[in-house]
């Protein structure tokens, strides 16, 4: 009877100490297969693993095409039966390509292969040209811009042109989007040019590019008339648009070099749509050409402009 005792506490502590060392590891699972960040060579992707209780080693499979054929290093996770998020990154892959890629984990009890997953990497922009034409525009005139993303696979790529006028103390804003045709190139009508202002384009991808900053320069309008005929004198007369109260215009002639110098000036009388210039000028014994420049005078928000010109016969 003391034997049989004896016996069943031997089998009874056993049982609690067996389950411990002799529990069997199960093949590790894989799950929730993600791109974790997307760039165009070096993309990184995640997944969970349950390394089933056993010390396991994973690594990724992956490249353009189903057959894989490149592969990241082992990894080894600890033994566990709790899923762990890991993460790779994927090296030597092109922009702008499909990816094929799976998860490999291996224990004591086995390998276990994920599904399939697949993306495609972004693009690659690596500048943006951008020009502005004309570059100084009449008031109210449209700018148009354009440029060309440069780096690999920009065909497609979305820009967008910002713009921040005059005083420029608020952030650039957009005026829209376009997509690069299949050499990278874009275009933009940038509206009207009300006032000097500056001009950037940006790509609307995950490896951003910016173009320089460039500026359109916005000139006053200047018309010019004369007034009625006279033996001796002519009236010219016009308006500047915008109304550009703090300006100065002046009359200039133009010399026998090509070259115009100032002949008269004056201020300009401010009106709600324009402002207004008015010369009186005496005839001479050769016929003149003339024309009126108007500096703005408002610290930069317009340049100059010109009118066109008359021509003045010879007096009498």
Partial sequence: MRSLLVLFALVAAWAVLAPASAAAADRPAITRLRLAANLPTEPVVSALVNPGGATTTWHVEYGHTTAFGSVTPDVELPAG????????????????????????????????????????????????????????????????????????????????????????????????????????????????????????????????????????????????????????????????????????????????????????NGRLADVFTSSLYRFEVGRLRRAQILRVAVVPGDNGAHVPGFSGTVRLRARR
Wanted: charged share 15%; proline share 9%; hydrophobic share 45%.
């Fill in 81 to 264: 039966t709790d899923f762990v998020p890991v993460s790779a990154t994927l090296t030597g892959l092109e922009p702008r390509r499909r990816v094929y890629w799976r998860v490999v984990a291996t224990n004591e009890a086995g390998t276990r292969r994920s599904r399939r997953a697949t993306f495609v990497t972004e693009r690659a922009p690596s500048g943006v040209t951008l020009a502005l034409t004309p570059v100084v525009a009449p008031w109210g005139a449209h700018v148009v811009a354009g440029g060309q993303v440069l780096g690999t696979a920009t065909a497609g790529i979305t820009v967008a042109l910002q713009r921040q006028p005059f005083p420029y103390s608020g952030p650039f804003s957009d005026v829209g989007t376009a997509s690069a045709d299949a050499a990278g190139a874009f275009g933009f009508d940038a509206g009207p040019l009300l006032v000097t202002t500056r001009f950037v384009v940006q790509t609307r991808s995950p490896v951003p590019a910016q173009s320089a900053v460039v500026t359109a320069y916005s000139a006053v309008v200047v018309s010019i008339a004369t007034g009625p005929p006279a033996p001796r004198r002519v009236v010219l007369r016009g308006a500047v648009r915008p109304p550009v109260p703090q300006g100065r215009a002046y009359l200039q002639r133009l010399r026998a070099d090509g070259r115009w110098i100032n002949v008269q």
